[in-house]
């Protein structure tokens, strides 16, 4: 017998879950089908050293609102904590240099303090002076409108390659595991676009995202928060809210039409409705078989190109570290030629996880595109490996006394310059071939956790909306 739903969302990471969650608030009935035998995709929470420590994303924007709603609507607000506000270091030339504040995405905002930072030479900080007399130089397209162009291109062309490379590229390019030079600052650095855009009279990069941060309201919330006990607590809410409609261990591998519904074969359920939660790689083949504007949507999808990382996570003993932990953590430039890309300090980071005085735990990332080394390592080979990066940068000394190695191959989609316009375009084109088939996840608009949420929330409205005609 089947079992027939209003909304089938095919996928259970925070995307689908929160699809699912907004169809049941608009009274649908929900089936969320996750092959793996866990919900959550890539929002993992585990024990080490006997605290949660999170095995991949451990925070969410919070001036993007759609992640605090979220929370608020699971009754969990009340378990958000932020980071300690303890600065950052980056790695360059042959020691760790405190990031300063005055800064929007790695965009100097006061060039005299990054270069008694020693994060730009000379040279460097008079190139980026140089954007604050340059004149406009913004590609268009034949409308004479500003185009979509690489985070990289901007960066470079206004304020140098030093600025690049040393400070955006290591910020903006942590979070998608890519290279600035080849990824989208529309859906990247959407900070550094709608500065551009304040006034579009105005040519200087860093005197648009200075006009950006006075817009700030005084008093706002903290940059970053997540729940207490990791980010897994947010995927157990929704799991707990969403109840039996969860089946994990349940693989979908085509949609067959039969009528007005959707059969999600080989499962027995049917569906008036679908959101497809799925990676990039993965839903492109789902599509491709229905013919007409769903084919064209997967040849623009299937195009997308993905990133492989790995977490090692590690406790060590505390005095065993040379460096003072008086950050957050470290970043790695591309142009340093280490595995290691990046280095979570979470005892400092987090205090409230800081349960052991003897122990330190730290993140340490490995892997970005076009960098897949860690690929062909074996466990014991990766965190050797990283053993001695963290020797190198930051005098890690001891042996650790516990560590957890996590994978995600093909977890990072990387948007090229245009991608949204070719988002835009393959929804359009599956909206006309199957209006209640619609598509949501890191791949579409950007890989935070607040834009999966609100992209998959806005996916279940237009996929409901078609069953109705609203």
Known sequence: MSTHVDLAVVGGGISGLAAAWEGERRGASVAVLEAADRPGGKLQTSSLAGVPLDEAADAFLARVPAAVELCDELGIATELVAPASVGAYVWLDGRLRKLPPDQVLGVPTDLDAVAAAGLLSPAGVERAREDLTRPDDRPRGPDGEPVDESVGDLVRRRLGDEVLDRLVGPLVGSVYAGDCDRLSLQVVAAQLAAARDLDPA?????????????????????????????????????????????????????????????????????????????????????????????????????????????????????????????????????????????????????????????????????????????????????????????????????????????????????????????????????????????????????????????????????????????
């Open 202 to 470: 105005e040519p200087s990069l860093i005197r648009s995202v200075i006009a950006l941060r006075d817009q700030a309201p005084v008093g706002e919330r903290p940059l970053f928060l997540a729940p207490r006990e990791g980010m897994g607590a947010l995927v157990g809410a929704l799991v707990d809210a969403l109840g039996d409609a969860v089946r994990t261990g349940t693989a979908v591998e085509a949609l067959v039409p039969e009528g007005t519904r959707w059969r999600l074969a080989p499962t027995d359920v049917t569906a008036g409705a679908v959101v497809l939660t799925t990676p990039a790689f993965a839903t492109a083949p789902l599509l491709a078989p229905l013919g007409g504007g769903a084919a064209e949507a997967a040849a623009v999808i299937g195009e997308i190109d993905h990133a492989s990382v790995a977490l090692v996570s590690l406790a060590v003993p505390r005095d065993g570290v040379e460096h003072e932990l008086d950050g957050t953590g470290f970043l790695v430039p591309r142009s340093a030629g280490l595995l290691l890309t990046a280095c979570s300090w979470v005892t400092t980071k987090w205090p409230h996880l800081d349960h052991d005085p003897s122990l330190v735990l730290l993140r340490a990332s490995v892997g970005r595109d076009g960098d897949e080394r860690a690929l062909g390592l074996t466990d014991d080979e990766l965190v050797a490996r990283v053993l001695d990066d963290l020797g190198t940068t930051m005098g890690l000394r001891a042996a650790p006394v516990e560590v957890r190695v996590s994978r995600w191959p093909r977890s990072f989609p990387q948007p090229r310059p245009g991608h949204r316009d070719r988002v835009a375009a393959a929804e359009a084109a599956l909206a006309r071939s199957a209006p209640r088939i619609v598509t949501a996840g890191a791949w579409t608009h950007g890989v935070g956790v607040p834009t999966c949420i609100r992209t998959a929330r806005a996916a279940t409205a237009r996929a409901l909306g078609a069953t109705t005609g609203a």
